[in-house]
């Protein structure tokens, strides 16, 4: 399974990408993890159902720090895991 997700809040500058980061390695899911340039941050993520669950209540509550106001989800194609890799920050130095 794959989703896309959109997280709106505040979301930048309080370390949110790592947090999703750490979630994910753990749930061994595979994708990224990105800023945007609206102040959102955007997350790929693809593995099991359970596991994807467990990331979107984790995505929902947030780092400390962070407010999470809303969490957009999209289910997509199987196809757009091919290339995914371990978990990763993208646009991280």
Not at 51 to 78: F, N, P, T, Y
């Amino acid at each position: 399974m794959v989703q896309h997700f959109l997280i709106k809040g505040r979301v930048q500058g309080v370390g949110f990408r790592w947090f999703v980061h750490r979630e994910a390695a753990e749930l061994s899911l595979r994708g990224w993890v990105r800023n945007t340039e609206d102040g959102d941050v955007e997350v790929l993520a693809a593995g099991e159902p359970d596991q994807l669950k467990d990331l979107i209540k984790a995505l929902a509550l947030g780092s400390r720090g962070s407010r999470v106001d809303k969490v957009i989800e999209h289910q997509l194609a199987e196809s757009e895991s091919v290339a995914l890799k371990s978990f990763e920050i993208e646009g991280a130095w």
